[in-house]
Nanobody, 116 residues
Framework: QVQLVESGGGLVQAGGSLRLSCAAS????????MGWYRQAPGNQRELVAA???????NYADSVKGRFTISKDNPKNTVNLLMNSLKPEDTGVYYC??????????WGQGTQVTVSS
C-alpha cells in the first residue's frame, strides 16, 4: 500500500487550466499503474487518465487532446495537466496507485469546479 495526497484542485472558468498533483508516500518506481478518476454528483466514478510503470498513457475519450498525465519518479508524484476545461469536467478527482495486481490505493480527492 501507499498513501496518496492530491493537490491543485480549485475553481476555474471554462477554457482555463489546472494542474493536479498526486504525491506518494514512497517510491513509485515499481508501481504498476497510477492515474486519476473523477466523480461528478450523481454519477459513477470514471477513469480520466492513467499511466503505467513503463510510461504508457491512457485517456478517457472526453479528455483526449486536453489533458496530459505524467509522472516524476524521483519526486514520487503523478501530475495531471488539464487544459481547455469544460463545465462537464467538474467533479472530485481521485488519484490511484496499483501497487500489485490486487492492491489499489486511493487519495482523498480534490475538487475541481469549472464555471461556464
Amino acid at each position: 500500500q501507499v498513501q496518496l495526497v492530491e493537490s491543485g484542485g480549485g475553481l476555474v472558468q471554462a477554457g482555463g487550466s489546472l494542474r493536479l498533483s498526486c504525491a506518494a508516500s514512497r517510491s513509485i518506481f515499481s508501481v504498476f499503474n497510477m492515474g486519476w478518476y473523477r466523480q461528478a454528483p450523481g454519477n459513477q466514478r470514471e477513469l480520466v487518465a492513467a499511466i503505467t510503470g513503463g510510461g504508457t498513457t491512457n485517456y478517457a475519450d472526453s479528455v483526449k487532446g486536453r489533458f496530459t498525465i505524467s509522472k516524476d519518479n524521483p519526486k514520487n508524484t503523478v501530475n495531471l495537466l488539464m487544459n481547455s476545461l469544460k463545465p462537464e469536467d467538474t467533479g472530485v478527482y481521485y488519484c490511484f496507485a496499483d501497487t500489485s495486481y490486487s492492491a489499489r490505493s486511493w487519495g482523498q480527492g480534490t475538487q475541481v469546479t469549472v464555471s461556464s
